[in-house]
């Protein structure tokens, strides 16, 4: 096969479809992305993990519970539908304060996963009004059951 020269092309080369100013279907797109609803920031997110400092612990499981506040961290919920996924939490807003020992039955304890939802669950409707009162929101985070 014969190569070209370096001199000037003879035949210009063929653009591509892409276009070099955007269409009014490609500005309606962009105006319509900015519009998202925005996640909640951060600082939003802590004030319910500092609500839980100081508190006792919520979870209270039989023959595990420390009853000790200065060992009582804010425990997360483990259930797909408060937002917690494979590498990811919940959202902060379904924490409950937990002493260190029910924290680590609930993470990695031995029981079935029902009981740990259940034993969860029943700490959250316990905490949820206390901590409604505590940071004064009203009725708090409603919760689909």
């Not at 955007?22 to 519009?35: E, G, I, V, W």
């Not at 006792?56 to 200065?70: G, K, Q, S």
């Not at 409950?96 to 039955?105: D, F, L, S």
């Not at 031995?110 to 505590?134: C, G, M, Q, S, T």
Request: charged share 25%; with cysteine; glycine share 8%.
């Amino acid at each position: 096969m014969k190569r070209s020269g370096f001199g000037p092309r003879k035949k210009p080369m063929s653009r591509g479809s892409w276009k070099s100013s955007p269409s009014a279907a490609t500005l309606k797109h962009r105006s319509t992305m900015k519009r998202r609803v925005k996640k909640p920031t951060v600082a939003e997110g802590l004030k319910y993990l500092a609500a839980c400092r100081g508190e006792t612990c919520y979870l209270r499981v039989a023959d595990i519970c420390l009853f000790t506040p200065r060992t009582v961290v804010p425990c997360h919920s483990n259930q797909s539908r408060h937002g917690k996924g494979m590498g990811i939490k919940a959202a902060h807003e379904f924490t409950v304060p937990g002493c260190q020992a029910c924290h680590a039955w609930i993470d990695q304890g031995p029981a079935p996963r029902e009981i740990k939802f259940a034993v969860w669950d029943e700490a959250f409707a316990l905490w949820e009004p206390v901590r409604a009162r505590k940071l004064s929101i009203g009725e708090g985070i409603e919760c689909s059951r």
